[in-house]
Nanobody, 123 residues
């Protein structure tokens, strides 16, 4: 089992920035591709960003490309999501996810989920 705990959410004005963190425990972190998803009120959960096990490859949803950056520190068992130029439509609960395989695997079928952290962007 892998336990994932997100932090860093909060309330920010449009145009502002936040950095989310996800701390992992339970297994060898570097064996897992990691990702971020989000779910806005009344909407389905959607993919945001993912990063490969060694951090060498990343992929993003078109809606956040150029504004969000995913990164990881395998020595700290932590994955990050730097969010810049935030918009009200970025308001959602953000979830960290992991998959013991390829980057593509975490995009389509994460094995592990965190509990989520709320991000609210005011206009």
């Amino acid at each position: 089992q892998v336990q994932l705990v997100e932090s860093g959410g909060g309330l920010v004005q449009a145009g502002g920035s936040l950095r989310l963190s996800c701390a992992a425990s339970g297994r060898t972190f570097s064996n897992y591709a990691m990702g971020w998803f989000r779910q806005a009120p009344g909407k389905e959960r959607e993919f945001v960003a993912a990063i490969s096990r060694n951090g060498g490859s990343t992929t993003y949803a078109d809606s956040v490309k150029g504004r969000f950056t995913i990164s990881r520190d395998n020595a700290k068992n932590t994955v990050y999501l730097q969010m810049n130029s935030l918009k009200p439509e970025d308001t959602a609960v953000y979830y960290c996810a992991g998959n013991g395989g390829s980057l593509g695997g975490v995009v389509v079928g994460p094995e592990y989920w965190g509990q989520g952290t709320q991000v609210t962007v005011s206009s």
